[in-house]
C-alpha cells in the first residue's frame, strides 16, 4: 500500500536522495556534465531553501510504502510565459521497485486537486523528449503545445510542454486507474488471509506485493542495495 503526505522538513534527506538518484537513472541519455551538476547535494540546497520560502500554492508531497518515503511529486503556479496554463505538475519521481499500478495516478491526481482548489488551472507539465514517460501523459489527455530546448549547464536538451483542457476527463481517467488497482490490491490480500486461517485456497505466486513492479522487473532496474 502507498500513501501520500505534505512533504516535512525532515524529509528534505530522502527527497534529495530520490531526485539525484532518478535524474541519473531516468535520464541516462543526458550529458554526464549535466547530472553531475544534478547532485544529491545540489538538490538537498533546492529543497532546503524551498522550505525556507515557497508560495502558499505550492505543494511538496511525499510518497511512502513500506514505512518509508519511496517518492515525492511537487507542483506550483505555472511561472512560465511559453505555455498557457496556471498551475504546473512541476516534478514527480519514484524509486524504480515503487512504480507502477497506483502510485503515478495518486501523485497526478493529488497535484491535480491541490492546484484546482488554488484556482490553478488549466495545469501544464513538461517532459523530457526523450523521456517515454510523456506517451503516458499523452494517453491520460495532455496536449502537447510546445516543444523546444531547456538548456542546463550550457547543454540544449529538448522537452515537451503539455497542457490539460479538460481537468474533470483527466480526474475520471486516474481515478478510475486508482480504483482498478485498489481492488486488484485487494483481491491479492485474500490469499494471505486463507493463509492466516490456515485454510490456503490460492497458491502462493499469485500474491502481488506492492513494492513488486513489473516495469522494474523487466527493466533490471532495482532499487540500489543500501539506498532505503
Ligand atoms: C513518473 C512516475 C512518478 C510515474 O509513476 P508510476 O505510474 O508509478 O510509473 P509507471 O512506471 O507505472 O508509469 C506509468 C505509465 O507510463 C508507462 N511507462 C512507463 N515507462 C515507460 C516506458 N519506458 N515506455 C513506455 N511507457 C512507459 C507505463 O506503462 C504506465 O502506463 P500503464 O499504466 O498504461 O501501464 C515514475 O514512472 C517515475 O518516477 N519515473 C522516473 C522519473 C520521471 O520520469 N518523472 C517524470 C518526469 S516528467
Redesign the pocket.
Known amino acids: 500500500m502507498i500513501s501520500i503526505r505534505a512533504a516535512k522538513i525532515d524529509d528534505v534527506s530522502m527527497i534529495s536522495l530520490i531526485h539525484a538518484y ?1 535524474w541519473r ?2 535520464y541516462a541519455f543526458m550529458p554526464e556534465a549535466v547530472l553531475r551538476s544534478r547532485s544529491r547535494e545540489f538538490r538537498e540546497q533546492q529543497w532546503l531553501n524551498w522550505f525556507d520560502s515557497h508560495e502558499e500554492s505550492d505543494a511538496l508531497f511525499v510518497i511512502e510504502a513500506d514505512q518509508k518515503v519511496v ?1 515525492f ?1 511537487f507542483c506550483c503556479r505555472n511561472r512560465d510565459p511559453e505555455i498557457d496554463g496556471r498551475g504546473e505538475l512541476h ?6 521497485d ?8 495518486v ?1 497526478m491526481l493529488t497535484m491535480v486537486d491541490f492546484l484546482a482548489e488554488q484556482g490553478l488551472t488549466p495545469p501544464v ?4 523528449r526523450d ?7 499523452a ?1 491520460m489527455g495532455w496536449r502537447s503545445q510546445i516543444k523546444r530546448d531547456r538548456v542546463i549547464e550550457g547543454r540544449r536538451l529538448p522537452e515537451v510542454g503539455y497542457v490539460c483542457d479538460d481537468c474533470d476527463r483527466l480526474r475520471q481517467r486516474l481515478q478510475r ?1 486508482v480504483t482498478r488497482y485498489s481492488s486488484e490490491a485487494a483481491l491479492t490480500q485474500i490469499p494471505q488471509h486463507s493463509q492466516m486461517l490456515g485454510r490456503q485456497k490460492f497458491p502462493n505466486q499469485i500474491a502481488v506485493s506492492p513494492g513488486n ?1 513489473r ?1 522494474a522487473t523487466e ?1 533490471n532496474q532495482q532499487t540500489p542495495q543500501g539506498l532505503l
Open positions: 532518478c537513472e531516468t517518492g511529486c516534478a514527480a519521481y519514484v524509486l524504480p515503487y512504480r507502477g499500478r497506483e502510485t503515478g495516478p501523485m507539465l513538461w517532459a523530457f523521456n517515454p514517460i510523456r506517451f503516458w501523459y494517453q486507474l513492479n516495469k527493466m
